[in-house]
């Protein structure tokens, strides 16, 4: 099975994975999304309140890319 474009993760694993390229939101967001950009670079792409609600957003994200 191929890996998901889009996933969602926390506010450690968003900077884990982009470094200094990230801009997670102050004192906000539970989740995020992160997937390619239009040139195929992983960036952060959505911030949610919950990480459950970035998981819907991704699986949307997913669905409307396949």
């Not at 099975?1 to 994975?17: C, G, I, S, T």
């Given at each position: 099975?191929?890996k998901?474009k889009y996933?969602a993760?926390?506010?450690?694993?968003?900077?884990q994975?982009?470094?200094?390229?990230?801009?997670?939101?102050?004192?906000?967001?539970g989740?995020y999304?992160i997937g390619?950009?239009?040139?195929?670079?992983?960036?952060?792409c959505?911030?949610?309140f919950?990480?459950g609600e970035?998981?819907?957003?991704?699986e949307?994200?997913?669905?409307?890319?396949?």
């Amino acid at each position: 099975m191929n890996k998901p474009k889009y996933e969602a993760v926390d506010v450690v694993e968003l900077r884990q994975r982009l470094g200094g390229q990230c801009s997670p939101t102050r004192g906000g967001g539970g989740g995020y999304v992160i997937g390619p950009d239009v040139n195929g670079r992983l960036c952060h792409c959505a911030t949610c309140f919950t990480l459950g609600e970035a998981r819907r957003l991704a699986e949307e994200y997913n669905r409307r890319t396949t």
